[in-house]
């Protein structure tokens, strides 16, 4: 009983303990985290997507709030003048979470191009998402209604043989990019406008 | 006690020098040796997570009950590793993305266990923070060297810090692309081993 005891106290303490001083650090770096993120996740997976710009997204990101959501967008302005947001949707993979950045132009409603940007997948299979861009490829110039569910559910993405979790997890994401762009276009056209 | 500490430390450099010696820890070994700098980013972190833990497990030797030490050694262990982990991304987001999902995978590494398991739980907090710094030492020169023959080979380049090359062979010099792969630091693993025989058996 004794040992049973000290087994418990001692594995609760060490667990505890453990928590909150990974809490801290968390806490501590997640400011230069997000930082890094930005310059070397998303800065070049923009710089991809918009392709022929006269503004500079990054610098001029902004946040927009709706319905409890907020939402880091980046504005770019297109060379035929139209207007196009970009942002990042989650969707969940074989390793955590998949970051997909889809750039939208706001006249059309059409994608203009998606890029994997923050994953854990398992080098060489998962993470030809990000690295062969045929599968991420397909987003371009589908409209904003479009189904991004896979072929084998009803929708219109093939999947990448071998990695269909992180397939599912890219057409998530792309979903949730759909959902959010429903519920803050409104906002995003309004900051955009001022 | 200072000459016993000493022979703890370097123990860690020749003698029972990882992965060569204990031929422990070779999953990282094969995947991340590509290159001098990956080689020594991973033997960095790897030494960090040693030492820190190498110390807390010895301090807590006499607390911690036997049936679930192993279940404590990995706490303590993927503490330190999340510790490096997100230092790592805060301030060394390069690497971060080169060695990827190796960096989590140090919580399973045979030595840092291997350490805990046969150093740590048996001896006072000093001379297991000199076992964990000689191995961890040891860990990063063995990577480093290794990743500088399949570089050199591989790529006709040497890259110790910040990406850009410090020696490359000449134009003339066609990279034989085998020693990148897994199977090639095999067998650059394999040929170091029997040359640090060849000297050891003088």
Not at chain 1, 50 to 70: H, K, L, Y
Not at chain 2, 36 to 48: K, R, S
Not at chain 2, 153 to 167: D, E, K, Q, R, Y
Request: net charge neutral; aromatic share 8%.
């Amino acid at each position: 009983m004794r040992e049973m005891l000290s087994m418990i106290v001692v594995l609760t303490v060490l667990t505890v303990v453990s928590g909150g001083l990974l809490a801290a650090v968390e806490q501590t770096t997640k400011p230069q985290i997000e930082e890094q993120v930005l310059k070397f996740q998303k800065a070049p997976a923009i710089k991809e997507i918009f392709t022929n710009i006269t503004n500079d997204p990054i610098r001029e990101r902004f946040d927009v709030t709706a319905d409890e959501t907020t939402l880091q967008v980046f504005p770019g302005v297109l060379g035929n003048g139209q207007k196009a947001v970009a942002f990042e949707a989650k969707g969940t993979g074989f390793g955590g979470p998949v970051g997909l950045m889809v750039g939208i132009n706001l006249d059309t409603d059409e994608i203009i191009a998606v890029r994997v940007t923050t994953h854990s997948e398992t080098p060489g299979i998962g993470s030809r998402a990000k690295e062969d861009l045929s599968f991420v490829s397909q987003f371009t110039s589908k409209s904003m209604s479009t189904n991004f569910g896979l072929k084998k559910g009803g929708g219109d993405i093939d999947a990448m043989s071998g990695a269909t979790v992180t397939s599912a997890a890219v057409s998530q994401a792309a979903i949730a990019a759909q959902e959010l762009y429903k519920k803050l276009k409104p906002e995003i056209v309004k900051h955009i406008a001022n | 006690m200072a000459q016993s500490l000493v022979k703890e430390f370097t123990k860690g450099l020749w003698a029972e020098i990882p992965p060569f010696r204990l031929v422990l820890g070779l999953c990282p070994t094969l995947a991340v040796s590509k290159t001098v700098e990956n080689g020594i980013g991973m033997g960095v972190a790897t030494t960090f997570v040693l030492v820190f833990s190498n110390i807390l497990i010895s301090m807590l030797r006499n607390v911690i009950p036997s049936k679930v030490r192993i279940a404590c050694y990995i706490v303590i262990v993927a503490t330190f590793v999340t510790i490096v982990e997100l230092m790592m991304q805060a301030y060394t987001y390069e690497l971060f993305l080169k060695l990827g999902i190796f960096i989590p995978l140090i919580v399973v590494n045979c030595i840092v266990l291997g350490r805990a398991e046969a150093f740590a739980n048996k001896n006072s907090m000093l001379p297991s923070a000199a076992d964990g710094l000689g191995m961890g030492i040891g860990f990063t020169m063995s990577l480093a060297a290794l990743g500088a023959v399949r570089e050199l080979i591989g790529a006709g380049t040497l890259t110790v810090w910040g990406g850009s090359p410090i020696f490359t062979i000449g134009h003339g010099y066609i990279p034989f692309k085998f020693m990148l792969e897994a199977p090639g630091a095999f067998i650059g693993l394999g040929l170091m081993l029997c040359l640090m025989n060849l000297i050891g058996q003088k």
